[in-house]
């Protein structure tokens, strides 16, 4: 996610002087580095001419290996043999297992929220098998490029969470890269696309990988790339067709779901392999291997694939909608669908997605390569190799940052498909008199109280000067940056003091709370409001009554009658019970009530106050 002004200030290099730069994408099941050459984008391939380096890390007791050697490990010795790692990525333990039980790893019990996978070569997390897995392209760059690299762009799903791109950050810093930028995976295949095609317009970008969909619609013009909205699913992808087959296969074959962790991952094998046959072919035998020992025997045809898969489609095609809704067009609209990802290559899901959209995909590029083609010029780019280069990427926020206001209600400072890097200020004020601190609470999300959103971050702003209610101005700052995080700070305006704080939220991302966020917020839309509509009047309410009590302690007895009181009294009991009663309606027409009984105090409290200010002073003082 960001704003990309290409050739950042400082960055430029000499006109004699190129810097080498890569771009990299870190897939689930395969992972790619390139860069530019001769001012060609290119997949830099390994010592054998392979472009994929399967995203696998089999740890042994001298070490780790990655890629080819790793993934023949993974049947023989699972529990040692990581794959997808980056479904697990900024994720603890509990999101984990929502992915699916039949994980083969042992997972360390512990209290961290990051979470620690037992190996013979020791505990280890997500980030780090990402980071051999950097280690590994990083050092393909290095000897293909003849140099030390000057940074990297890294891509990520465009629905990552915070969480997920730190992680990835970190994973890289650990194998030790400079990271330019964090890239949306949809954002960089329109780069690759954009240049090599020069086409304006309105475009899909549908990107199904190994773990990971995302649908992202945007507009072409003149070098211009913005996304109009974003949409998606951060757990699914290839390996949750792989899972259907399996299940599928286990039934078929009575393998009972308890089997042990090297049957598991031999279907998992079996079923991605035929599923890759069914591209091509009708139909694909079976040779399967049971756990006692004995071999079963069968057939998957391209109908019955067809029937297992078009459940996990029809979600595509419903963010895909969704997606269109959100950036106000037509699927009519679109000129072009550009497939990304290994998964598209699935007639099935070409068939439907090009059903949809009514025209056909966009296959021109190797779907595997084409992200880390895209990664590759914003890479060459950032290092500061095109100067001159006029290429602006407008990215967007998938969902609403905000902050919780009185009532549990949440105040939206930055809409969802706000394009980034956007600092937006909001000024908020105290609540009672006299206080002197504010807790902000930072949330996400596009329902109306804090509990239906995702809890982002807390801080304190103290050392507010002790006011009447509502005379504080505190003014809160957003400020998200080009990687999409956040940084918040909020200053107290007459005093100056200041508390910050950077978004880093802890690991735990639901898979609903992205993909339902936005389905919720449409199918609650008129019950949030009326629930926002009675928390507003009762604050407001509220407010009036503080307000009034205070003003009563305080000279009550001294400017009101009794007869006067009990007329005030009764009218704020009135309110009171309208509070409690919870409606709406009666809570604003009450507290109109109070304000209208209560003119002639507010005149004699304004009376008094003007003649006490002015006691003992000449008039001609105040001209």
Same mark, same amino acid.
């Given at each position: 996610?960001?704003?990309?002004?290409?050739?950042? =200030?400082?960055?430029?290099? %000499?006109?004699?002087?190129?810097?080498?730069?890569?771009?990299?994408?870190?897939?689930?099941?395969?992972?790619?580095?390139?860069? $530019?050459?001769?001012? @060609?984008?290119e997949?830099?391939?390994?010592?054998?001419?392979?472009?994929?380096?399967?995203?696998?890390?089999?740890?042994?007791?001298?070490?780790?290996? $990655?890629?080819?050697?790793?993934?023949?490990?993974?049947?023989?010795?699972?529990?040692?043999?990581?794959?997808?790692?980056?479904r697990?990525?900024?994720?603890?333990?509990?999101?984990?297992?929502?992915?699916?039980?039949?994980?083969?790893?042992?997972?360390?019990?512990?209290?961290?929220?990051? =979470?620690?996978?037992?190996?013979?070569?020791?505990?280890?997390?997500?980030?780090?098998?990402?980071?051999?897995?950097?280690k590994?392209?990083?050092r393909?760059?290095?000897?293909?490029?003849?140099?030390?690299?000057?940074?990297?762009?890294?891509?990520?799903? %465009?629905?990552?969470?915070?969480?997920?791109?730190?992680?990835?950050?970190?994973?890289?810093?650990?194998? &030790?890269?400079?990271?330019?930028?964090?890239?949306? +995976?949809?954002?960089?295949?329109?780069?690759?696309?954009?240049l090599?095609?020069?086409?304006?317009?309105?475009?899909?970008?549908?990107?199904?990988? &190994?773990?990971?969909?995302?649908?992202?619609?945007?507009?072409?013009?003149?070098?211009?790339?913005?996304?109009?909205?974003?949409?998606?699913?951060?757990?699914?992808?290839?390996?949750?067709?792989?899972?259907?087959?399996?299940?599928?296969?286990?039934?078929?074959?009575?393998?009972?779901?308890?089997?042990?962790? *090297? %049957?598991?991952?031999?279907?998992?094998?079996?079923?991605?392999?035929?599923?890759?046959?069914?591209?091509?072919?009708?139909?694909?035998?079976?040779?399967?291997?049971?756990?006692?020992?004995?071999?079963?025997?069968?057939?998957?045809?391209?109908?019955?694939?067809?029937?297992?898969?078009?459940?996990?489609?029809?979600?595509?095609?419903?963010?895909?909608?969704?997606?269109?809704?959100?950036?106000?067009v037509?699927?009519?609209?679109?000129?072009?669908?550009v497939?990304?990802?290994?998964?598209?290559?699935?007639?099935?899901?070409?068939? *439907?997605?090009?059903?949809?959209?009514?025209?056909?995909?966009?296959?021109?590029?190797?779907?595997?390569?084409?992200?880390?083609?895209?990664?590759?010029?914003?890479?060459?780019?950032?290092?500061?190799?095109?100067?001159?280069?006029?290429?602006?990427?407008?990215?967007?926020?998938?969902?609403?940052?905000?902050?919780?206001? /009185?009532?549990?209600?949440?105040?939206?400072?930055i809409p969802r498909?706000?394009?980034? =890097?956007?600092?937006?200020a909001?000024?908020f004020?105290?609540?009672?008199?006299?206080q002197?601190?504010?807790?902000?609470?930072?949330?996400q999300? +596009?329902?109306?109280?804090?509990?239906?959103?995702r809890?982002?971050?807390?801080?304190?702003?103290?050392?507010?000067?002790?006011?009447?209610?509502?005379?504080?101005?505190?003014?809160v700052?957003?400020?998200?940056?080009?990687?999409?995080l956040?940084?918040?700070?909020?200053?107290?305006?007459?005093?100056?003091?200041?508390?910050?704080?950077?978004?880093?939220?802890?690991?735990?991302l639901?898979?609903?709370?992205?993909?339902?966020?936005?389905?919720?917020?449409?199918?609650y839309?008129?019950?949030?409001?009326?629930?926002?509509?009675?928390? !507003?009047?009762?604050?407001?309410?509220?407010?009036v009554?503080?307000?009034?009590?205070?003003?009563l302690? *305080?000279?009550?007895?001294?400017?009101?009658?009794?007869?006067?009181?009990?007329?005030?009294?009764?009218?704020?009991?009135?309110?009171? @019970?309208?509070?409690?009663?919870?409606?709406?309606?009666?809570?604003?027409? @009450?507290?109109?009530?109070?304000?209208? $009984?209560?003119?002639?105090?507010?005149?004699?409290?304004?009376?008094?106050?003007?003649? !006490?200010? /002015?006691? &003992?002073?000449?008039?001609?003082?105040?001209?």
């Amino acid at each position: 996610m960001a704003l990309l002004q290409i050739a950042e =200030p400082g960055h430029a290099a %000499a006109p004699h002087e190129h810097r080498l730069a890569a771009g990299i994408d870190l897939g689930t099941t395969n992972s790619l580095v390139a860069a $530019v050459r001769s001012g @060609q984008a290119e997949i830099l391939p390994d010592d054998q001419g392979r472009a994929l380096l399967p995203s696998v890390v089999h740890y042994t007791a001298d070490g780790a290996e $990655v890629g080819y050697d790793a993934r023949e490990q993974a049947t023989d010795d699972p529990l040692n043999t990581i794959a997808s790692a980056k479904r697990l990525i900024g994720r603890p333990v509990a999101d984990i297992k929502s992915l699916g039980e039949g994980l083969p790893y042992e997972f360390v019990r512990q209290d961290s929220s990051v =979470p620690r996978i037992h190996t013979v070569s020791g505990d280890v997390s997500p980030i780090e098998v990402s980071a051999e897995i950097f280690k590994v392209l990083a050092r393909r760059a290095k000897d293909t490029l003849g140099g030390e690299l000057s940074g990297v762009v890294i891509t990520v799903p %465009a629905y990552f969470d915070d969480a997920q791109r730190q992680a990835t950050k970190d994973a890289a810093r650990l194998a &030790g890269l400079h990271v330019f930028r964090l890239l949306n +995976e949809p954002t960089a295949a329109a780069v690759a696309y954009g240049l090599d095609r020069g086409a304006d317009g309105v475009h899909a970008i549908f990107d199904l990988g &190994g773990g990971t969909f995302d649908i992202s619609i945007l507009r072409l013009n003149k070098g211009v790339f913005e996304v109009m909205s974003t949409g998606g699913d951060s757990a699914l992808g290839g390996d949750d067709f792989d899972q259907v087959i399996a299940e599928w296969i286990m039934d078929q074959a009575g393998i009972a779901d308890d089997a042990n962790h *090297k %049957a598991l991952r031999q279907l998992m094998l079996d079923a991605r392999n035929a599923k890759e046959a069914l591209s091509d072919a009708e139909s694909v035998a079976l040779d399967i291997a049971l756990p006692g020992g004995d071999r079963w025997q069968g057939s998957l045809d391209r109908e019955t694939f067809n029937s297992l898969v078009d459940p996990l489609i029809r979600k595509t095609i419903s963010a895909c909608r969704r997606a269109l809704r959100d950036a106000g067009v037509d699927a009519e609209e679109v000129k072009e669908v550009v497939m990304v990802g290994g998964s598209t290559r699935m007639p099935r899901v070409r068939e *439907k997605v090009s059903d949809f959209f009514r025209r056909p995909v966009l296959v021109d590029i190797d779907p595997d390569q084409v992200v880390a083609l895209g990664a590759a010029i914003q890479a060459d780019v950032l290092a500061g190799n095109k100067p001159d280069e006029e290429i602006l990427l407008l990215d967007v926020t998938p969902l609403s940052l905000g902050l919780e206001t /009185m009532g549990g209600l949440v105040e939206k400072v930055i809409p969802r498909n706000t394009t980034i =890097p956007v600092a937006r200020a909001q000024e908020f004020t105290t609540f009672k008199d006299g206080q002197t601190a504010m807790a902000v609470h930072v949330v996400q999300g +596009e329902r109306e109280m804090v509990d239906h959103c995702r809890s982002l971050a807390r801080f304190e702003l103290r050392g507010i000067p002790p006011m009447v209610a509502g005379a504080a101005r505190i003014r809160v700052t957003f400020s998200v940056d080009a990687d999409g995080l956040l940084n918040m700070e909020a200053e107290e305006l007459s005093q100056g003091v200041k508390a910050s704080v950077t978004v880093k939220p802890s690991y735990g991302l639901s898979d609903e709370e992205i993909t339902g966020m936005l389905q919720a917020s449409f199918e609650y839309a008129e019950e949030d409001l009326e629930e926002r509509k009675l928390v !507003e009047a009762r604050v407001e309410g509220l407010r009036v009554v503080e307000a009034l009590q205070s003003a009563l302690a *305080k000279d009550g007895e001294e400017l009101l009658n009794t007869r006067e009181r009990e007329q005030i009294d009764a009218a704020l009991q009135q309110l009171m @019970q309208a509070i409690d009663a919870q409606d709406a309606a009666a809570i604003d027409r @009450q507290a109109k009530h109070v304000e209208k $009984v209560c003119e002639f105090y507010v005149e004699r409290r304004m009376n008094t106050g003007i003649q !006490e200010a /002015m006691a &003992g002073h000449n008039i001609n003082e105040f001209e």
